[in-house]
């Protein structure tokens, strides 16, 4: 009797296990990075001017430490996800995936996000899902399922536990992470994202991200905040998302032999960039952006009319900085901005109705997947109503971006991570290990 096997509960209780300690994690790293905020938050309300010295030290110190101690943690997590799904070789995925890249990743993070950069957790906690379900593929714990599934059922569930969005957290499985191969369709991803997303439901409560939004729009008149959230989301998240792909190949001049050759000087001068434009802003461009967006959202604050250009300026910042930290979030801070210029423009609207399409928009294009960022920025506002003009405008903005960027962001930064992890095993030497079953794709 197959249901009496004791090693098939086994394999369970382990799948389990494992998907619960993912969601655990992403749970203490969310609550950690509000902290971090907080932290972060009241140096500055001591004295703003001295962001001057702990943006500069903070990313350098990210940035040394990552590259001497921990080189897989570095950037957004999501791309190293991507490579390992992609690699059939257990020693290039033990490169980008392992339980103490997952736990140097919450760190490291953690220390940018006190630091004042523009990071947010959304890509770590991908890694970190993967990482933790990776150690399930190693020959001790036998075959319970392929490298791949289990790399991509860990990721979802990272999403799903860092934000309350397990439907999100299956579109980002399937449209993300398959996105070079078919996804099939299999017990393991739901089963990791449920428990990931059960344990999220046991310690947080059943809470939405930006709380509930109940805005609507009236229809026909409608349809034009969707299009031109479309079209400028579109055109802004595909630009950005073409800069991004190219800043990651390497910066032009001068520049470019700094970052290369003094990569811990080149982040303290990043560091000391945000900190001169959260200064001009008054603040408003540190951390992920989430409150901002929030009380946006809830019409305790209007948005300046140059948000959304401060906020790409530091989340680049962050990011050719290469410290640990993703751009997910603060891309919806990004949208944020573009929906309150879309709704000065529409004046007698629904601004935050108009402030979610911005952020689905920006989203939608700037990562190629529109089906998971409708999902998401749904989730997130708990509004079902503005399901349509969602999917509307985020399959408007996926057009306009493709447009601009004929590369998908994610995928396109997976394929050098890949290559580095591939040439670092070669200069090592090591021989393969085969983890028999388990290690075939």
Sequence with gaps: MPWLSVGRWRKRVLLVGAALLAGLIAIVFAIGAELAIEAHAHLIGVSPWLTLLIAPAGFAAMAWVAQRYFPGTQGSGIPQAI????????????????????????????????????????GPSVQIGASVMHTLAGRRFGRIASSRNLIVAGSGAGVAAAFNTPLGGIMFSIEEMCRRHAFRANST????????????????GNYTYFGRTPAALAWPAGIWPVLMCGALGGLLGGAFSRVLIASSRGLPGRIGILASERPVLFAAVCGLGTAIIGLASGGLTYGTGYTESKAALEGTTQLPFYF????????????????????????????????????????????????????VAF????????????????????NHEMLLPLMTASVIAHGFSKSVSPLALYDALAAPTLRRAEAQVRAEGVPRISHGPAAGL
């Design 308 to 359: 959304f250009l401060a906020k790409l300026l530091v989340i680049w910042l962050a990011f050719v900085s290469r410290i640990p930290g993703g751009v997910f979030a603060p891309a919806l801070a990004v949208g944020t901005g573009v929906g309150d210029i879309v709704a000065q423009m529409l004046p007698g609207e629904n601004d935050a109705a108009i402030l979610v399409l911005g952020m």
């Design 83 to 122: 490579a390992a799904s992609h690699s059939d070789d257990p020693r290039v995925r033990g490169k980008l995936l392992s339980l103490r890249i997952a736990f140097a990743k919450v760190g490291l993070t953690l220390g940018g996000l006190l630091s004042g950069g523009s990071i947010g957790r959304e």
């Design 189 to 204: 991803t739901l089963t990791v994202v449920i428990f990931a997303g059960l344990m999220s439901l046991a310690v947080l």
């Design 363 to 382: 989203l939608s294009a700037m990562t190629q997947s529109p089906i998971t960022s409708f999902v998401i920025v749904m989730e997130m506002t708990a």
